[in-house]
């Protein structure tokens, strides 16, 4: 098998767990056969007009097909 490894960034105005929960989903969504989420860091943006937003760095991993 081969897998290949891409870095998306989750956002959420709630907290970082949601922001997790955003990239997972994304990843999920797009891309066929996700084995696995690893979370590479966590983030505030303070400059928001709203308040804070969270944010999630993950890599995603997934088997390329042949």
């Known amino acids: 098998m081969t897998y290949k490894k ?3 960034i989750g956002t959420s105005p ?5 922001a997790v929960d955003s990239a997972a989903q994304r990843a999920t969504d797009t891309l066929d ?3 696995w989420i690893e979370v590479e860091g ?3 943006e ?3 007009e709203d308040g804070h ?3 999630a760095e ?3 991993s997934f088997e390329v097909e042949e």
């Open 42 to 44: 966590l983030s505030v």
């Open 46 to 48: 303070v400059a928001t």
């Open 33 to 35: 056969n996700v084995h």
């Open 58 to 60: 993950v890599k995603v």
């Open 6 to 8: 891409v870095n998306l």
């Open 14 to 18: 709630e907290s970082f767990e949601d």
């Open 53 to 55: 937003e969270y944010q």
